[in-house]
Structure formats: structure tokens, C-alpha cells
């Protein structure tokens, strides 16, 4: 499973474009635009978020999951806060007892946009650093969803810290 931000996904998409990956995209009318975008770059799409319909996407990740395809899941979609995991990747990864790959990026020259995730694009001949952090083993069941999504959440943040350390210097 692959979890980035929201404002930090279109690097990632674009690097694991036609690999047998399943992508939660939000049921907004937003996400429309989104869902056609990662179809057409090779992802498989289930539509839900943690603010509409979200337990049936839940269910329908689980079964991709369980028949070999990679979830792919914005942690802190559809709305934010930003950089504030949801438990909804946290949630599948527990009951699918899926290995998490955090990933991001940063770029030394980029167009932040105002929304509230901030979402970055990479200007034309920029420097771009994409990290993928260790792996995360699924956590057993001594470990509760709260203290799971909090870790997910911390290695993030740190990933995204030193992806933007790297491109400034």
C-alpha cells in the first residue's frame, strides 16, 4: 500500500503510472476530474473518502488488496488539515495486513497553489526528489488504529521534511 499527501501526490502518481494500482479518489465532484486523470495513467479507481462513502470503498480496496493490486491512498484527503493523517489508510492496512510504502516529494522550484493541502507542481526543469521511506510492516493486533495512523502520520511528515531539506539545499 502507498500513502502520500494530498498536496504531494502528483509526483508519485506520475512515477507508478500503469502498475497494478488501485487509487481512492473521493466522490466530489473534484474527484470526477481526478479519477478520469489516473484512469487514463493506468490506475485502477475506487471512489469514496472518509467524508463520503467510505465504508464501501473501504470494502471494495480491501477485496483489491486481498487479489494482489497495491492500494494507493491520500492520507490526509479529501479536505485536511493538511499533512493530518486520516485513520482510513491506517484502517485497510491493518485488515489487509498490508506492507505501507510512505512516499513524497519536493521540488526545488515549484507552484504552490492556495487551497488548503497547498498542492505543489513542479515548474519546468526543476530539480524534483522523490522518496519512497522504509517499508512499514503491518501492525499486529496488540497495536490500536489510533497509535498506527499517528505512526504512518510521523514517518510521513519526516519523509516530506527531508525531501524539502534536500530540494532547498
Not at 472518509?50 to 484527503?77: E, F, H, K, P, Y
Request: aromatic share 8%.
Amino acid at each position: 500500500m502507498m500513502i502520500t499527501w494530498h498536496g504531494r501526490m502528483m509526483v508519485p502518481v506520475m512515477h507508478s503510472r500503469h502498475r497494478n494500482i488501485a487509487a481512492m479518489i473521493s466522490q466530489h465532484s473534484d474527484g470526477e476530474i481526478v479519477a478520469r486523470l489516473v484512469q487514463r495513467l493506468g490506475y485502477d479507481t475506487v471512489r469514496g473518502s472518509s467524508t463520503r462513502g467510505g465504508t464501501t470503498a473501504a470494502r471494495d480496496m480491501l477485496d483489491r488488496v486481498n487479489n494482489g493490486q497495491v492500494a494507493a491512498m491520500i492520507c490526509d484527503g479529501p479536505r485536511g488539515p493538511i499533512y493530518t493523517m486520516k485513520p482510513g489508510a491506517a484502517f485497510l492496512a491493518m485488515q489487509a495486513k498490508a506492507t505501507v510504502l510512505p512516499t513524497t516529494f519536493a521540488a526545488a522550484r515549484a507552484w504552490t497553489l492556495g487551497s488548503w493541502d497547498r498542492f505543489q507542481i513542479p515548474k519546468p526543469f526543476a530539480r524534483v526528489h522523490l522518496f519512497f521511506g522504509d517499508s512499514i510492516a503491518p501492525a499486529d493486533e496488540s497495536v490500536s488504529l489510533k497509535d498506527f495512523t499517528r505512526r504512518l502520520e510521523t514517518v510521513l511528515r519526516e519523509l516530506t521534511d527531508q525531501a524539502d531539506r534536500l530540494a532547498q539545499s
